[in-house]
C-alpha cells in the first residue's frame, strides 16, 4: 500500500535489512566466483523508487541465467556449486554479459519497485555460463529481496 518500502541494507545503511546475500557461488575460470548484489536510488526506497541488480566478478562475454524462487535453499549440484533459491518462479532472464574474460563480467538491471510488491519477496541467483566450471557454469550468491 501507500507508503511501502523495499528496504535495503547495503554498505552502511541504517535501513532495517530487507535485502540480504547468502550461500556460496562456485567458480568459473581463473577460480573466479561470480557475485550477485542489489542497490537502490534512495537509502530506504518506498514503492516507485528504482532498485537495481548487479552481477559482477563473471567471465566477460558470456551468457548469465538469473533464476528466481520463493525460498532461500541450497541443492548441490556438483563441483562445490548449489542451487541457492526454490521453488523456482517466473521466467528465467537469459542476459549477455558486458567486459571480456575471467572477472571481467557484469550487468546492472534496473527497475522500480511497483505497488503491488508490497508484502512480497524473492529469492534469486545468477548462473554464468562456463566450460570450465564442473557444472557448465559458475553460481552467484543467493540474493533474497524483500518488498515491505
Do not use: H, K
Amino acid at each position: 500500500g501507500a507508503g511501502a518500502q523495499l528496504i535495503a541494507l547495503i554498505g552502511g545503511n541504517p535501513c532495517i535489512e530487507a535485502t540480504a546475500t547468502y550461500g556460496a557461488g562456485c567458480a568459473g575460470q581463473s577460480d573466479i566466483v561470480p557475485t550477485l548484489a542489489a542497490s537502490s536510488s534512495e537509502p530506504c526506497p518506498q514503492v516507485g523508487a528504482s532498485v537495481g541488480v548487479a552481477i559482477g566478478n563473471a567471465l566477460g562475454g558470456a551468457t548469465a541465467l538469473l533464476v528466481f524462487g520463493l525460498n532461500r535453499t541450497s541443492v548441490p549440484l556438483g563441483g562445490g556449486c548449489a542451487l541457492l533459491v526454490a521453488p523456482l518462479v517466473g521466467p528465467t532472464l537469459v542476459l549477455p554479459l558486458g567486459g571480456a574474460g575471467p572477472g571481467n563480467g557484469t550487468l546492472t538491471l534496473n527497475g522500480v519497485v511497483p505497488p503491488a510488491a508490497a508484502g512480497v519477496g524473492v529469492s534469486m541467483q545468477a548462473f554464468v555460463l562456463d566450460a570450465w566450471s564442473p557444472i557448465g557454469a559458475a553460481a552467484t550468491n543467493g540474493l533474497e529481496l524483500t518488498f515491505l
